[in-house]
């Protein structure tokens, strides 16, 4: 009996090492004009969630789609080679990771597509799916793109493959609907131009398609002039009835007059450094007053974030005059209120020092076990009163986003997916940030907390989704999709039928061309 267990053991492990020398001959016959590393892969083997690690087989950085194209054809030809793509390794479950594949760094491809394109009397920047959002900044002088992330150190492909939402998506919508066109590498190594008219199926699935049909390469944006300043405020309310009330009135107003971003958060009522009052003031000279918080209030409080855009011609009378027009019509505790003014390009890179400041103390390289989720009007006040009024009334140890957005402003057309109901919905962003060097059960706790807001929502039957989602199982999936699961599946079949790209989302099991 041993002398057969030996045996199967010998068998297995020689199978294993002829089908991993089949893998490299197979990379290595790739004539690439850029290069494969099979030495340094730990890089793509981890990602800012922290919570997974698979290593791959080789990592590609391409030098342009040609090259994404020809790894993703050795892939259909290895017997069950997958391929990952990898943008700035911001995902948070292994979203980006391909276990014993192909990881492609699109960040090699930033600098390939960089072109100002007027069309109709409308201005696009032609760009890199591999380019980071600040660098588009940075190019576009003069214009911009006019929907973003608050975090700017992201792929443009990583985050047309989500959604992409910020403060501005109440007014242009998310990322992904700011888009006019893609290049694209399918599942089969093709690469497809793409646009609401030309190869519309494509298109679509892979905005919000969570890289599942195609790697983008190239993305058409839209632009604007850009402002010179922003004058920025928070402004804090006790109770979240009046906090709801007066962000939905600015996202929604009728006559479009409002602020040009409009977000919102919840933050602990005491003086943790973390948590509480001392993250809502916006300049160190500012101090927040605990004595004019309502006594009314409890456990949490929440801070309306808002943005106004001017020119450096404007009369500051003239900007003062609008934001206090909006201002007045607010609820807000009136001696509760912070105002900066900073450049527009500053005010974008506003998350630049908090990344420098979690960099320095070594929270961002610890574990990110982070929850997003998108939950209908209808059911937010429930969520405030189960989750941050109690689950949640000590903080996550990071911020705790939630906002309104305006379905009318999402394309029923592409993959992402909103709750059902109702005109306006909120997103709310759990980003929780570990201490360093933190025990496993610590984000094993967090990790289960996340999972148990998760099951409480649809215990009570809150009209929800999953943003950045993550499931194991693609009966969970099919939850996910819902009405859209037939159409997300056909363009699977059609564009990835052997299901080789973005393997970390674990949708479809890769189909073994060998057997």
């Known amino acids: 009996m041993m002398i057969a267990y030996i045996e199967r053991f010998i068998h297995e492990n020689d199978t294993e090492s002829r089908q991993g020398d089949d893998l490299s001959n197979i990379c290595q016959s790739l004539d690439l004009q850029g290069t494969i590393d099979y030495v340094a892969t730990g890089i793509a083997a981890k990602d800012f969630g922290g919570l997974y690690s698979f290593n791959p087989l080789a990592i590609i950085r391409p030098a342009g789609a040609d090259d994404i194209a020809m790894a993703v054809k050795a892939a259909c030809r290895s017997p069950n080679l997958t391929v990952a ?22 960040r090699a491809t930033g600098e390939n597509h960089f072109k100002i394109v007027t069309m109709n009397g409308e201005m696009f920047a032609d760009v890199s799916g591999g380019a980071l959002w600040e660098d588009v900044l940075k190019r576009c002088v003069n ?43 399918t599942g089969k190594g093709d690469i497809l131009t793409c646009s609401e008219t030309e190869n519309s199926e494509l298109f679509f699935g892979a905005l919000g398609g969570l890289g599942q049909f ?38 929604n107003r009728p006559d479009g007059v409002s602020f040009d ?47 106004l855009h001017y020119q450096n011609s404007d009369h500051r009378s003239a900007v003062d005059m609008v934001v206090n027009s909006l ?88 993959s992402v997916m909103i709750p059902a109901e109702g005109e ?54 099919k939850r996910h999709f819902g009405n859209k699961w037939l159409r997300f599946d056909k363009n699977k079949a059609n564009f990835d039928p052997m299901a080789i790209l973005a393997p970390g989302q674990k949708i479809f099991k890769r189909i073994n061309s060998h057997s």
Not at 354 to 366: F, I, K, L, P, Y
Request: net charge negative.
């Open 85 to 106: 793509a990898r943008g700035n390794g911001h995902s948070i479950n292994g979203q980006a990771m391909a276990e014993g594949g192909l990881v492609i760094d699109m």
């Open 214 to 251: 195609g790697i983008i390469t190239r993305a058409r944006v839209k632009l604007q002039s850009t402002p010179d300043m922003v004058r920025w405020i928070r402004v804090v309310y006790s109770e979240f009835e009046d906090f709801t009330h007066d962000a939905e009135w600015l996202v």
């Open 327 to 414: 201002l007045g019509r607010l609820r807000f505790a009136k001696d509760l209120k912070f105002q900066v003014d900073v450049a527009y390009v500053e005010f974008l890179l506003r998350l630049k020092r908090v990344e420098e400041h979690a960099r320095a103390n070594g929270t961002w390289d610890s574990p990110h076990p982070w929850l997003n989720m998108f939950i209908s009007k209808r059911d937010i006040a429930d969520f405030d009163r189960m989750v941050f009024k109690k689950l949640l009334k000590e903080g996550v140890g990071g911020p705790m986003l939630v906002y309104p957005l305006l379905r009318s402003k999402w394309d029923d057309r592409t």
């Open 261 to 307: 971003y409009v977000e919102g958060f919840v933050f602990v009522n005491s003086d943790d450094p973390v948590n509480g009052w001392c993250t809502v003031p916006l300049d160190p000279s500012q101090r927040f007053d605990q004595t004019a918080i309502p006594p009314t209030a409890g456990y949490v409080l929440y801070c309306l974030e808002v943005a």
């Open 143 to 185: 214009l911009a793109p006019r929907s973003w992330t608050d975090y700017l150190g992201l792929t443009v492909g990583g985050t047309l493959s989500n959604a992409g939402v910020s403060g501005q998506a109440f007014r242009y919508g998310p990322q992904s609907s700011n888009v006019t066109e893609l290049d694209v590498v």
């Open 424 to 477: 306006i919905f909120y997103i709310v962003a759990l980003l929780r940030f570990t201490p360093p060097y933190s025990k496993d059960p610590c984000v094993e706790k967090l990790v289960s907390q996340n999972q148990e807001i998760v099951q409480l929502c649809m215990k009570e039957g809150f009209d929800f989704k999953l943003y950045l989602p993550h499931y194991k199982s693609q009966e969970d999936w």
